[in-house]
């Protein structure tokens, strides 16, 4: 398997939905200006690609590199991540959601879609982020060092479709474990394997040195 804070719950609001029907220029998404991940989100793709394609050629023309080639785009720059990570937190009522770190802060964003991000993998993570009361599973918090799920990993292979989800938590001790694990693949049977990944450390590494195979081979392949 590939190795891949207080959470501010006050920053934890109601989940962020983007707004597919512009998909260009300005105000196509929510989290846009908090994230900090699509910087050039407010340009059109074209003039995305081109202060790419800018950018490249001034760095590597101050060395030996005297010519750089046009950039060659995609037909739908969407969704494309295969691996995608999100942090747990808990909003003001103590409800779990799950997102991202607001940029230069430990503050959680709370993100149901992303453009860029594979929408199985955001729809994997909401079933989760569902059923944690009904599995009575606490959310750590970095302050109190308590709880336990931590971080939710999914790696999909794009050509194989196959589907793997790394849940990180701050103890190996897992409550109904294979209950959950039997409850998530009933809602989500594409998913070929589930690892349990132990992290109790306190710095802002995702993964731990510590795994347990729950189901399926603990790995994925991609061609």
């Known amino acids: 398997m590939n190795r891949t ?6 920053q934890a609001g109601k989940q962020n939905r983007r707004r597919p029907e ?47 080639m046009p950039v060659i785009g995609m037909d739908d ?3 494309y991540r295969n691996k995608v990570t999100a942090v747990f937190a808990r909003d003001r009522k103590g409800n779990p959601v799950s997102g991202v770190y607001e940029g230069g802060t430990h503050h959680v964003l709370p993100v149901e879609e992303c453009l ?3 929408a199985l993998a955001d ?3 909401g079933t989760i982020r569902g059923m ?7 959310i750590y918090d970095e302050d109190t060092r308590r709880g336990l799920l931590r971080y939710v ?9 196959q589907v793997m989800v790394v849940l990180v938590t701050a103890s190996p001790v897992f409550p109904s474990k294979k209950n959950f694990v039997q409850a998530l693949l009933r809602e989500h049977p594409e998913i070929t394997t589930v690892v349990q990944n132990i992290n109790p450390r306190t710095d802002s590494l995702i993964l731990g040195d510590r795994q347990q195979l729950l189901y399926g081979k603990g790995y994925i392949e991609d061609v």
Request: hydrophobic share 25%; charged share 35%.
């Open 5 to 10: 804070g207080k959470q501010n719950e006050r």
């Open 22 to 68: 512009k998909r260009d220029g300005q105000n196509i998404c929510v989290n846009q200006k908090r994230c900090g991940s699509c910087r050039y989100l407010s340009l059109t793709y074209e003039q995305q690609l081109a202060k790419k394609e800018e950018y490249v050629r001034k760095s590597l023309e101050k060395g030996l590199v005297k010519r750089v």
């Open 77 to 79: 720059p969407y969704h």
């Open 116 to 118: 860029i991000e594979d």
């Open 123 to 125: 729809k994997i993570i």
């Open 132 to 138: 944690l009361k009904s599995f009575k599973i606490w």
């Open 153 to 161: 990993l999914v790696r999909r292979g794009f050509t194989t479709g």
